[in-house]
Structure formats: structure tokens, C-alpha cells
């Protein structure tokens, strides 16, 4: 069994598809799968899409760092409001991304500080993400982190030296379909190797990130680039294969991670 923590289903790749890729992952195993929120609406959107599959599909709220710029002085009430849902059971997506800038950096820093401080008045776990800005994330995160609740930095492609700073400020670490990219993430097999089974969570982050490792014959007919979460035991499988360990064990480990961690 394995928990999928973040999938974009919202996306319009997955528009009429719902359905479909649900059933799919449940026939792979994938018991339950979260929902990311990537914005005010997006969040909206992907909590109304889950409750329509209780005990399957959950979602987060909030507003990533490419959408800071949307964010006003409406954003963190209409977010509260999400989290109230006992489905919606993380605050996040949110963080800093320096690499693309699609939002200005001063504004993603009032953005993400904003939810920090709502997660630490609402209690429930971060969805976090951060690229090529680890400096000002950890240096924002740190002012808040005595209160915080736990938080999981999702899709880390980081170096062996962020991934050990994470891990010292309590943080889980979530990993994709990129640790099966041996190009141009090689340096991951020595980050997964380190990084304690009871630490890691899987996400297929789909529907981005498609492994490596899938075979040809299960991409489906014009979708051959579209990741599914149906996907997920691939990643898993690359975290089993890097730790010399059985699949079933990175299933149990991760899938109890989740469930605890998300309070499913």
C-alpha cells in the first residue's frame, strides 16, 4: 500500500480524467493520495475535488511561491477557512523559488511567511518547496520554527549537505520520480541513502516528474510524458533499489510516515 502526498490533479492535464487516474492508482496500490494546493483557487478547487472521494483523496491549502504575487489581503482567511475541512490536512504548497522568479523574491518571502504563521495557528503540517533558495529559506523558516508544526519539503532534489539541514530542523523529506534520473540527478542516490527510512515520504508530483524507470508499455496512449499516481510504486522502487532494501519495507515506512504525519 502507498500513500501518494502530492498530486496536481487540478491540472488541465488531468481535465475529464479524474476518475480514470484515481481508479488506476488504486489498482497499483496507491490507497490514498493528497491533493496539492498551489493557490487561493487551485486550493479550492482541489478541496471540493476531494471530498467527493472520502477516505481516498485529501488536499492542502495555499499558495505556492510561483502564485505569491496573487497573494492579498483576502488569501490567509480564505485559507483558514479551507483548513477548517478535516480533508484539507496540510498548510502549503508554499516556499521560495528563486530559480524561476515568476513572483517577485520580496513578495514570495511576505507570502510564505504568512502561512508559516498559519500553520502555527492552525497546527496542521507544511507542504513545503523551496529551489535555489535555500539561504533565505532556511533564514525565514528558522524565526518560526520553535512554534512550528511538522513540515515535509516536497520533490528535494537538494545537495547531501541541504538535505542534512533539513533533516536537523525536524523537517521529512518527500521524493519523486526525479531520484530515477540518473543524469541529472545522480547526486540523489547518496541523499536517499542518508536520509533515514523513517524521514522519507513518496510523491509521483504528478503530473510532472515521470520516472525513469517506468516502462514504455505502461505509459498510456497519448500520454506518454503525463506522470500518474498510479506511478508511485517506481519511486519506491528506486528508494529500495538505493538502500539495498525490500519494497515492501519503503512501502510500510513511507506509508506510515504519511499517515502520521498527515493525520490520515
Same mark, same amino acid.
Given at each position: 500500500m502507498y500513500i501518494d502526498?502530492?498530486?496536481n490533479?487540478?491540472?488541465r492535464q488531468f481535465e +475529464?480524467?479524474?476518475d480514470d487516474i484515481i481508479q488506476d492508482a488504486l489498482e497499483e496500490e496507491v490507497s490514498q493520495m493528497i491533493l496539492t494546493g498551489t493557490s487561493v483557487r487551485n486550493s479550492q478547487l482541489s478541496a471540493q475535488l476531494a471530498k467527493q472521494y472520502p477516505g481516498v483523496l485529501y488536499s492542502t491549502a495555499g499558495i505556492h511561491p510561483h502564485d505569491a504575487k496573487s497573494f492579498n489581503g483576502e488569501s490567509i482567511p480564505a485559507l483558514k477557512k479551507l483548513?477548517?475541512?478535516k480533508h484539507v490536512v496540510?498548510?502549503?504548497e508554499c516556499g521560495l523559488d528563486f530559480d524561476r522568479d515568476f513572483s517577485p523574491r520580496p513578495v514570495q518571502e511576505k507570502c510564505y511567511a504568512a502561512q508559516l504563521e498559519l500553520a502555527v495557528a492552525v497546527q496542521k503540517p507544511l507542504f513545503l518547496h523551496e529551489r535555489a533558495a535555500f539561504d533565505r529559506f532556511v533564514g525565514v523558516t528558522k524565526e518560526y520554527l520553535p512554534k512550528l508544526p511538522l513540515g515535509v519539503v516536497h520533490c528535494f532534489t537538494g545537495s547531501l549537505a541541504e538535505a542534512k539541514a533539513y533533516l536537523d530542523m525536524g523537517f521529512y523529506l518527500g521524493?519523486?520520480?526525479s531520484i530515477s534520473d540518473v543524469k541529472r540527478f545522480a547526486h540523489l542516490k547518496e541523499v536517499v541513502n542518508y536520509v533515514p527510512l523513517d524521514k522519507i515520504m513518496i510523491e509521483t508530483d504528478a503530473p510532472f516528474m515521470l520516472p525513469k524507470n517506468v516502462p514504455a508499455g505502461q505509459l498510456k496512449?497519448? +500520454?506518454e510524458r503525463r506522470n500518474e499516481p498510479a506511478f508511485l510504486p517506481y519511486v519506491a522502487g528506486s528508494?529500495?533499489?538505493?538502500k539495498g532494501i525490500s519494497l515492501d519495507k519503503v512501502a510500510k515506512a513511507t506509508t506510515e510516515n504519511a499517515e502520521r504525519f498527515f493525520k490520515l
Open positions: 502526498i502530492g498530486i490533479l487540478i491540472n +475529464h480524467d479524474a483548513l477548517e475541512q496540510s498548510v502549503g521524493f519523486t520520480g496512449k497519448y +500520454h528508494i529500495a533499489q538505493f
